[in-house]
């Protein structure tokens, strides 16, 4: 059974879509901690209510970024679980954490990548006037959501949709192909080859 931490900033829907299919047995894991880089989030209550130890790291506590990622990466180092998911988790990982924990990591991404990196990637999407988009599963690497694809999943865009209505439609997906990537990861069914991921039968 793998060890898995979260990683959550808000929200937290998408933890609780991880919380759920560990509990039915879809996910071949135990969560074993959830890192937050805000106290407020609501992905702590979450975490309470589902007995997950949560670790703060409050980055307006930090003098520097530098200090922030620095503990970042301490407490990441002393988890140690065998894969960290980026649920929702809103700032960039610097180079040396991202290298430090490469292949072991996954993060979940509101686009259909390499389209619309970065903030407000449904904004970005209903604004360019694309006719689908989704959601992307991916390793994460040095660069900002830019790792290895694990998982797409698409939905279409209609005309009347605003960034609120497509953030809905695509939520709905993400919360189907996260616990689905994060359950063939725990089977050791990724198979990372440069950037392509295969997938085992
Ligand atoms: C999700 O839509 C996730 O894909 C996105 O933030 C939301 C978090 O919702 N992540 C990013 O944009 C990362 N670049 P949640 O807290 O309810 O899971």
Known sequence: MKRIAVLASGRGSNFQSVIEKVKDGSINGEIVCLITDKPDAYAIERAEKAGIPVKIIDFNKFKTRDDYNRELRRTMTEVNPDVFVLAGYMRLLETETAKAFKGRMINIHPALLPSFKGLHAQRQAVEYGVKVAGCTVHFV???????????????????????????????????????????????DRLVLEGRRVRILK
């Open 141 to 187: 690497d040095e660069e900002m959501d830019g790792g290895a694809i694990i998982l797409q999943h698409v939905v279409p865009v209609l005309d009347d949709d605003d960034e609120d209505t497509l953030a809905g439609r695509i939520l709905k997906e993400e919360h189907i192909a996260l616990p689905k990537a994060i359950a063939l990861f725990c089977d």
